[in-house]
Every structure is written in structure tokens, then in C-alpha cells.
């Protein structure tokens, strides 16, 4: 496949996937200063979070879950796990092999260096909540399809809802475009605050990213630095 057919097949795929979505906009910078020095934007004033379903009400709405295809070649629904208070949740793309076969978010490769990601900027697992755009494998791996993320928003939504952290990382393309509704690429997304229905986001790289490319811990890592000072400041 030629160069330019690789790039009409990428622009075909987001196209599908974002069908699917509304609200497409891009992350929330408001002045030009915010953009120069690539800083914060003014803090959103939360309103007090309305009561809503419970993290095991929106399980035991999943289900066995049926709604899309990638039911038939699962092994288990990876609802996500950690503290249901979070003040930090991870949104990821989807479940790999590990994952399927245990039942919970980021357990491989790319899990572990999760982990120590956490762990880097002071905080535990059990600290924060780990979940991905949609609960089933898609299989080898294969990028996530339009009707499977429309199946899956609602849980993701009520989650983030139920749990109302401080800051979302999007970890890579799908989780970053999911909770930003844009089609920018996470090269120009990442690094910079955006927002969620008034929670702070930041998109950065995946962590299976930085099992191929190495040198992308730097820009991951200063990311995290900016998440872990957000954290920090009253909220």
C-alpha cells in the first residue's frame, strides 16, 4: 500500500469512528496566552455532582453484555477497576489478551508500565480508576469499530459520572478523541488541559506506544507532571 493510500484509508477510518460520536469540538483553550505557554486553562467551577447510578448499578446494567458483536468472541467483559472515588481516571482504548482473560484493565505489558507511570507521580493503583473506551476485545487487537463504541459510551459515561474524578487521562488516540470529541491526532492533542463536562482532561500517549517508541516517556512523563500539579492545587 502506497503512502497516500495509507493516508485515505486513516481518513476513512476516523471518519466511521466519529460518525458515530456528536459534539465533535476541539479541547478547550481560551486565550492566546494559554496556547503560547501551553498552560492551564482558567479552572471550571463544578456544580455538585447529582446522585446517579452506583459503579456496580452500571454493572449489573451490562450485564452479559450482547449489544454489539464483539460479545460472541470474548472471553470476559473488562468493566475497569480501582477506587470509586477517584480523583484520577484513566481512559484507555481497549481490552488486549491479557486483559480478556482476566477480566480486569491494563494487566499486560502495557499495564504494568501503567503502573509504574502511577506510581511515578506518587499515587497507587488503588488510588485511581483504570477503565478503556469499550469492555470487549475486539479481535487481534484490532482498532475498536464505530457501533462498538456507541454500544459501550453509556457505561463509560455513567462511570465517569458515578465516580466525577478531578482529571481524565486519555490514554492514546480512541481514549483521547472519546472524551475530547475531536479528530486531532494525540501528537497535537497531548500535553495540553482539555475538557469533559467541566472535568479537566489530558490526553497523552497510550502506554503500549512507549513499548514501541521509547522516547515518547519524556513527553508521557511530562504530561503526568502537569496531571500530577493539577492534583495538587485546591480543588
Known amino acids: 500500500m502506497s503512502e497516500r493510500d495509507e493516508v485515505v484509508a486513516d481518513l476513512r477510518e476516523r471518519a466511521r469512528f466519529f460518525g458515530a460520536l456528536s459534539g465533535i469540538g476541539l479541547p478547550r483553550v481560551t486565550t492566546k496566552a494559554d496556547v503560547a505557554a501551553n ?20 454493572r449489573a446494567d451490562i450485564g452479559d453484555c450482547q449489544r454489539c458483536k464483539l460479545s460472541k468472541g470474548r472471553k470476559n467483559i473488562v468493566f475497569g477497576q480501582g477506587h470509586p472515588q477517584a480523583q484520577l481516571l484513566f481512559v484507555g482504548e ?21 503502573t509504574k507511570i502511577i506510581e511515578a507521580i506518587g499515587m497507587t493503583r488503588d488510588d485511581v480508576f483504570i477503565a478503556n473506551v469499550i469492555k470487549c476485545r475486539p479481535p487481534q487487537n484490532r482498532n475498536p469499530e464505530p457501533d462498538e463504541i456507541s454500544s459501550c459510551q453509556p457505561f463509560l459515561e455513567a462511570q465517569i459520572e458515578a465516580i466525577r474524578p478531578r482529571v481524565l487521562v486519555g490514554l492514546g488516540k480512541f481514549g483521547a478523541q472519546w472524551l475530547l470529541k475531536t479528530a486531532e491526532p494525540i501528537s497535537k492533542l497531548r500535553g495540553r488541559f482539555g475538557d469533559y463536562k467541566g472535568i479537566a482532561v489530558m490526553p497523552t500517549y497510550h502506554p503500549a506506544y512507549l513499548l514501541r517508541n521509547p522516547g515518547a516517556k519524556k513527553d508521557l512523563w511530562s504530561d503526568m507532571q502537569r496531571v500530577r500539579d493539577f492534583l495538587k492545587e485546591p480543588a
Open 94 to 114: 481497549a481490552p488486549g489478551a491479557e486483559e480478556d482473560e482476566q477480566g480486569l484493565a491494563f494487566v499486560g505489558r502495557a499495564g504494568q508500565l501503567l
Open 39 to 58: 498552560a492551564y486553562p482558567p479552572r471550571t467551577v463544578m456544580e455538585p455532582p447529582t446522585a446517579g447510578p452506583s459503579l456496580e448499578a452500571i
